[in-house]
């Protein structure tokens, strides 16, 4: 390949198809239409000898040697982006742009909207998206440059991932207010719920691997007991919907529960174990440290997430 007479602009085509695995979505993401983004992955697939990514249903899927640049053409885009960006380049007021965030849907229900409303007010042309958390998948989507930050739990990070402490989460039992097992105890809203009746109720539980136990049942199991987990979903919001809709208990975070509760019709308890409070970081790739317009979108995260109370110490 004569690298003299390379087209850089078709390596932005490169990324993007790799982040969305779409040419339609690819040509969203960077101001082209489909048709202009089939021509330079045309193009691509000429100068480099390689067909790059074969169609597989409505996805592109990568070759291996499309995989094994992807790397490498994402750090140097990066590099050049902050290059050109300088240190005081990035205008929110002007700027047109989207973020793509990670996260449970304890950051859907709770920071989006208000994250939303105020980068709405002070940069109307700035998009924001949540992509859904899964198992293991933080590490991936910072280095493949699919994200841009991610809201998570505190987890051993390579060195390129930068983090910063934004929230501590405890955790409470939510049941239906009419919840006849527990009416029949005499334990209002807000009292610890006994553990006896708390290990006999069947439980809900957020799962995004599928498995039907966590750190309640570990905080249990030291203690030489159990409960009977008998629901698990993938959402907190779903399984406060089944909560409220039935006799199940479930832990969850305090301030989603607070949240919630009246609009549901649920009732909120201290939990009877000791089960630790959990540091949630936000995350970023080391590459974007410096970068204007990250640090202003973690500034604005930072911001929104400090409104909800029980920050770290």
């Not at 000898?49 to 249903?57: H, M, P, S, Y």
Request: charged content about 20%; proline content about 5%; hydrophobic content about 50%.
């Amino acid at each position: 390949m004569n690298f003299a007479s390379f087209d850089l602009n078709l390596l932005r085509v490169f990324d993007a198809l790799m982040r969305e695995r779409s040419a339609t979505r690819a040509g969203q993401t960077i101001g082209l239409s489909q048709p202009a983004v089939s021509n330079a992955l045309g193009r691509l697939r000429l100068t480099l000898k390689d067909e790059l990514f074969i169609r597989r249903g409505n996805d592109m899927v990568p070759t291996p040697f499309a995989e094994s640049l992807a790397g490498a053409v994402r750090d140097a885009l990066a590099q050049i982006e902050q290059a050109l960006a300088g240190d005081d380049s990035f205008d929110p007021s002007s700027a047109e742009r989207l973020f793509t965030l990670y996260g449970a849907d304890f950051f859907s229900s709770l920071t989006m909207p208000p994250l939303f409303a105020r980068v709405a007010a002070c940069a109307p042309g700035v998009a924001l998206r949540l992509l859904e958390s899964a198992t293991g998948e933080v590490e991936r989507l910072l280095r493949d440059n699919v994200i841009d930050a991610a809201l998570e739990r505190r987890m051993p990070m390579p060195d390129w991932v930068s983090s910063q402490s934004v929230l501590l989460s405890s955790f409470v039992v939510v049941a239906a207010r009419d919840n006849a097992e527990i009416a029949a105890t005499g334990v209002k809203s807000g009292d610890t719920l006994p553990l006896a009746l708390f290990c006999r109720l069947p439980h809900a539980l957020r799962s995004v691997d599928g498995s039907m136990s966590g750190m309640v049942d570990e905080a249990l199991h030291e203690a030489g007991l159990a409960r009977r987990v008998m629901l698990a979903l993938p959402h907190f919001h779903s399984v406060a919907v089944a909560v409220a809709r039935s006799n199940l208990i479930a832990a969850l975070p305090r301030q989603m529960a607070a949240a919630i509760a009246e609009h549901l019709g649920l009732a909120i308890y201290r939990l009877p174990v000791d089960v630790p409070a959990q540091e949630l970081h936000l995350y970023w790739h080391r590459r974007h440290d410096r970068h204007p317009a990250h640090c202003w979108l973690r500034q604005q995260v930072v911001e929104v997430v400090g409104t909800i109370t029980e920050r770290p110490a």
